[in-house]
Nanobody, 118 residues
Framework: QVQPVESGGGLVQPGDSLRLSCRVS????????MAWYRQSPGKQREMVAA???????TYADSVKGRFEISKDNANNMLYLQISSLKPEDTANYYC????????????WGQGTQVTVSS
């Protein structure tokens, strides 16, 4: 299998917005729940947003109202619209299957780095 490919990160100022993109290969994308995760140095990877079976969406409390996840099944793309960025949002952002325990070994992509700094 081909790992997901994330893009769209960058160095931004507090209060800015970004749109992260994730390209996924495989017909399973339109069926399986997907999520965005993030990890910063010294911390565990955490889910920030997920699209579940049936289309239900869930967000981590820390990002509710600021992050919006969306999915384009026709083009195998997953997006994360981020607004009102805070320094604590600084992390490497990844997309993958949800929940993380079903992600095959070695199937994590490189992620896309988001750095929020004034």
């Amino acid at each position: 299998q081909v790992q997901p490919v994330e893009s769209g990160g960058g160095l931004v100022q507090p209060g800015d917005s970004l749109r992260l993109s994730c390209r996924v290969s495989g017909r399973w994308f339109s069926i399986d729940p997907m999520a965005w995760y993030r990890q910063s140095p010294g911390k565990q990877r955490e889910m920030v947003a997920a699209i579940l079976r049936g289309g239900d969406i869930t967000y981590a409390d820390s990002v509710k109202g600021r992050f919006e996840i969306s999915k384009d099944n026709a083009n195998n793309m997953l997006y994360l619209q981020i607004s009102s960025l805070k320094p604590e949002d600084t992390a490497n952002y990844y997309c993958n299957k949800w929940p993380p325990k079903i992600v095959p070994r070695g199937f994590w992509g490189q992620g896309t780095q988001v750095t929020v700094s004034s």
